[in-house]
């Protein structure tokens, strides 16, 4: 299963740490690796990306033996939010 998500700063539904992000582009579909090992993605999510050149997408074990899709600048996000929750990250 593949679930992917797109977050922009926003104003409600999901939020990390303190900063608050709104989910676009959720869903999940069934697919599977070809023999090269590659993932095909849905039409519905290739047409959401909308970007006509190559974009870098970055995949993450998921729940349930799923895949989280993330664009890079979702990726940073996260990571940065994580990092602000770590406590090697907090002054003393």
């Not at 998921?62 to 406590?87: K, M, N, R, W």
Request: charged share 20%.
């Amino acid at each position: 299963m593949l679930t992917h998500y797109g977050f922009e700063s926003g104003f409600d539904s999901h939020k990390i740490g303190f900063r608050v992000f709104t989910m676009l582009l959720t869903g999940s579909y069934r697919r599977n690796l070809d023999d090269k090992m590659r993932l095909a993605l849905p039409k519905p999510l290739r047409e959401a990306l909308g970007s006509p050149h190559p974009i870098s997408l970055f995949l993450a074990p998921g729940t349930d033996q799923s895949l989280a899709i993330y664009p890079l600048g979702v990726l940073e996000q996260i990571g940065t939010a994580l990092g602000a929750l770590s406590p090697a990250c907090k002054e003393s």
